[in-house]
T-cell receptor, first 115, second 111 residues
């Protein structure tokens, strides 16, 4: 199993500003992902955070809006840039050691409100 | 869209009744997983079923998988008020390294 610490747990931000969310894992993991969950909706994959290289983004998400860092196997950050009210969501970090055989573990999420 | 479909979107039942949630997808999968989410926060893994498996059990949970129909179902037997949550299926498709979630079912169990 993996224990994930995600910070901040919630924030209220002004439009046009940026917020960086941190994800710290208690063990080295192969795969880290960032998801967005809009109010009342399911989880949508934003990107795969690759250690030592650029993240792999899903359709509809771009690096300029959601820059991601992953300097090592236990830590990643997601920045939500130039925020608008439409960015108000829960952002979740997830880690997996082996997607073919084991489950994913999730942080408690960051509840972002943009005003 | 990333997401597969789940139905029903919402389900309300009395304690003691069974709850069945269905999940459909479009691509070939390596495995399919079910998760539970309370109060819109972190997710808890329930069951993983591989593409060569047809049924798995865990306590009061039973998951079936029909790869010919590209569908799965989650059955919760003898439900309890504490089962009230959102339930999501999530798939790992062949030749991908990512977990894609379905639309989810909100389950309400009344005492």
């Amino acid at each position: 199993s993996a224990v994930i610490s995600q910070k901040p747990s919630r924030d209220i931000c002004q439009r046009g500003t940026s917020l960086t969310i941190q994800c710290q894992v208690d063990s080295q993991v192969t795969m880290m992902f960032w998801y967005r969950q809009q109010p009342g909706q399911s989880l949508t994959l934003i990107a795969t955070a690759n250690q030592g290289s650029e993240a792999t983004y899903e359709s509809g998400f771009v690096i300029d809006k959601f820059p991601i860092s992953r300097p090592n196997l236990t830590f990643s950050t997601l920045t939500v840039s130039n925020m608008s009210p439409e960015d108000s969501s829960i952002y979740l970090c997830s880690v997996v050691t082996n997607l073919l055989n084991t489950e994913a573990f999730f942080g408690q999420g960051t509840r972002l409100t943009v005003v | 869209s990333q997401q597969g479909e789940e139905d029903p979107q919402a389900l309300s039942i009395q304690e003691g009744e069974n709850a069945t949630m269905n999940c459909s997808y479009k691509t070939s999968i390596n495995n399919l997983q079910w998760y539970r989410q309370n109060s819109g926060r972190g997710l808890v893994h329930l069951i993983l079923i591989r593409s060569n498996e047809r049924e798995k059990h865990s306590g009061r949970l039973r998951v079936t998988l029909d790869t010919s129909k590209k569908s799965s179902s989650l059955l919760i037997t003898a439900s309890r008020a504490a089962d009230t949550a959102s339930y999501f299926c999530a798939r790992v498709s062949y030749n991908t390294d990512k977990l894609i979630f379905g639309t989810g079912t909100r389950l309400q169990v009344f005492p």
